[in-house]
């Protein structure tokens, strides 16, 4: 027997469940899914008999009658069109690849090999990598911070404004003639919602680099859900109806979808559509899946039609949560009153469940996190050091609210048992002073780390294998980042600081997935060799 037929043997020896029996058993058991896809495991009450039918059956490639998505002329591209329609774009792309090829697509379209962009700090990595790819020198937008949470503000119109101004200056040299509003940057990208469910102040932002001739990018992946809440009075509007030029969408996140389905709109007059549906063409796969297609223009109709009172319906569920959780003493929850308190929350998706453990007792948000699956079977979104969230949609049942709930009052009534009642009030008047002297906007404790060269120059150039620990003065040659959702601490080209390597590694004492090096357990980073050299590889 050789040894390859040994090695394979060995793997099923122990007779460990394979991945579809895994899935399976987690179908049936009573986990609920406080996470995306959207659909939360169940069927779209659409009324079509028998439901989604057998995938094998309808899993076909581009055969005569069923369209071509990279050359859409008759079934795909009527699909589209209704989206565009729906949405109330000038043309909309199904995208089977995620929010991550459409982001991809999205700055490529925009910018040219070697320019620049405008970009949030706390945007997605798939950005960073577009960066990488097409060789661009980024500027970054820092987000304020809701510190009594722990999260990401919005981002300010005035520093999108600043940052094209002082661009503009560098552009005219000496004459100082800033009239033609010429810039090197070519984009503006921003995320807005947040994964926190933080909206930043589209119209304001996309005033302003429309101003400069530069269109406006919104990663909406987790808004996709926005467009069909008109009849809602909670829900921020999309991206899209704030001047946005082009607006990306996963429809799974938030929608009853497959994961993997999203969607890009573009509107306006700031960006060249052929060269969108160019790169999309090429960051997408050649094979997509008429399952996904059919799932999405399905997700799109249901949503447009029954949808919209399925949305009414949500709300009012979250409604009631939201006063159940007016009980808590010691968890928090987010609610709107972040909007009056924060001049950078220009709206609030109600759809994103926050609950901060900042006013517990050595209590953390994995530990949170932990308990919520271990004791109640609830799996939540995302674990930060602060707080948990749980995500949600239309699709989320009365039941599974009333699991959240339950929970988190249970839980929450075990922390105030572990603090003696004259502990507990002067810990409540200490917090309640703290929260009345919170100034509007806070200064962020975001890092902002010191860039040496561009992320393409460190990422191909010669690099060694750095402790994090002695990684103190070096310069990344990689991404490290918390995911979810994947935000980089640091990127490639930057400087490792003190705070940097003890905030990496407070993540990692933490159990949270510190995940961007190539050593899977960030002990290790690769760090470029030649500090400040530009490599001609880039």
Known sequence: MGNRRIKILNYRKEKQPGLLERLTEYAGSDAYPFHMPGHKRREIPDGIPGGFPDPYGIDITEIDGFDNLHHAEGILKDAMDEAAAIYGADRSWYLVNGSTCGILSAVFATTENGGKILT??????????????????????????????????????????????KDAMRCAGNSGDVRGKNTKIQAVLITSPTYEGVVSDIRAIADAAHEYGIPLIVDEAHGAHLEYADQCHSFPKSALEYGADIVIQSLHKTLPCFTQTAILHVKGKFVDQDRVSRYLSMFQTSSPSYLFMAGMERCIRYMDGDGRNGMVRYEERLEHFMER??????????????????????????????????????????????????????????????????????????????????ALLEIDGALRHCVEPEQQKEKGESKEKERCETPEVTESKVLHPVRRMLICEAMNGDTERTALQDTVGKVSAEFVYLYPPGIPIIAPGEVFTDAIVEKIMAYKAAGLLVQGPADPDADVILTCQTPGLVHKGC
């Open 120 to 165: 949030a700090r706390n945007c997605h990595k798939a950005v960073y990598h577009a960066i990488y790819l097409n060789r661009l020198e980024a500027e970054y937008l820092y987000p304020e911070e809701i510190t009594e949470f722990g999260i990401n503000g919005g981002i300010r119109a005035e520093d999108v404004r600043k940052a094209l101004e």
């Open 325 to 406: 959780m007016e009980g808590l003493q010691v968890l928090e929850v987010l609610d709107r009153e972040i909007c009056g308190k924060y001049r950078t929350v220009a709206g609030w998706d109600p759809s994103k469940i926050v609950v901060s453990t900042m006013r517990a007792e050595d209590f953390h948000g994995e530990e949170l996190a932990e308990t919520l699956r271990r004791k109640y079977h609830l799996e939540m979104e995302m674990t930060a050091p602060e707080y948990v969230i749980a995500m949600t949609s239309l699709m989320d049942t009365e039941e599974g609210f009333e699991r959240l709930g339950t």
